[in-house]
């Protein structure tokens, strides 16, 4: 069996895999809901052959892999938009603040 189950049963690992596919799913734009209306029937199914079990869970480390990665790349892209038309006295302002902020922490030390 894999790896990291080594130390849990098939049913905690695949109970460990589901939280964190809900944890990326409330944190995500895809929402809580939209990943556990396809995940809860997947991970129904009874699975007893141990290589197949395998399988499923390196299928599903994957899956929760690539929806880390969409959610960076969401939130990059959402940071990218919201400063990449920002008016030059904006940036400029948030400059300031920044550096206000590096003084008052040094200040502190």
Not at 59 to 76: G, S, V
Request: aromatic fraction near 8%; charged fraction near 30%; charge should be positive.
């Amino acid at each position: 069996l894999h790896a990291r189950m080594s130390h849990l049963s098939s049913n905690a690992y695949a109970r460990q895999l589901y939280k964190q596919l809900i944890h990326i799913g409330r944190s995500s734009f895809l929402g809580a809901n939209y990943i556990r209306t396809r995940a809860k029937p997947q991970f129904m199914i009874p699975i007893t052959d141990p290589q197949t079990l395998d399988k499923e869970f390196k299928k599903t480390e994957f899956i929760i892999k690539e929806l880390e990665a969409m959610a960076k790349l969401h939130k990059y892209r959402q940071l990218k938009h919201k400063y990449d038309h920002a008016p030059d006295d904006v940036i400029q302002g948030m400059i300031v603040e920044l550096d206000r902020k590096v003084q008052e922490k040094h200040q502190q030390d």
